[in-house]
């Protein structure tokens, strides 16, 4: 629902060129996140949900808990969204474009919303994820959009700094959780973390050569 949602807007923003599209991606992310949070609410009482599900050939791994975080985060989302603060500064930014034509258009956020979806996808991810592979790319999803709200203001020189040396940070860190996920395949074969607990537990490795491995 939110990945769908998601591909939904960016086409939208592609074909449309309409002057308050800010406005109207806000209204239609707090749809998108107000009918996924009611999806997750009604998976929370799905008895099967009690052990787990595993997804996708077991990158990611569905429980009532996780539901329970995602309706969390998908709640706390919509409520920013819905701040009578934010909706009143974008009235008024629109209705100041309009009438004054070009004055107040570097205000104009429209990728705003895109955003935050793009970070709220990686966080639900993240929180469902059973693998090495899947946890890298739900943190990159995640970073990615970090990244670009910590640039959106694209006139400010510390916001485009500042984003650029988060950029580079974050390269160099993905760096480091690929070498350490290259590793693990390379010494267990497998990068899934319920095939790592069981092979810890039944092998002669101590757990100081594990820990040293992780490190």
Known sequence: M???SLILLLLSNAITSRRD???LYS?????ILLISAFIAY???YFLFLAKGVGIFGGLFHTTA???FFHLFIFLITSKEF???GRFLFSKLIYYGTLL??????????IEYSLIILFIVTGSVFLISTSDLVSIFLSIELQSYGLYLLSTIYRDSEPATSGGLMYFLLGGLSSCFILLGTALLYANSGTTNLDSLYIITSISDVSKENITGLLY
């Not at 209204?27 to 749809?31: F, M, Q, W």
């Not at 004054?100 to 956020?109: A, R, S, T, V, W």
Request: zero cysteines; charged letters at 20%.
């Open 82 to 84: 819905s701040s009578p």
């Open 21 to 23: 599209k800010s406005i």
């Open 100 to 109: 004054l034509n070009k004055m107040g258009e570097q205000f104009k956020i």
């Open 42 to 44: 009604d998976n929370l």
């Open 65 to 67: 808990t996780t539901n």
């Open 2 to 4: 939110l990945f769908n």
């Open 27 to 31: 209204r239609a992310t707090i749809t």
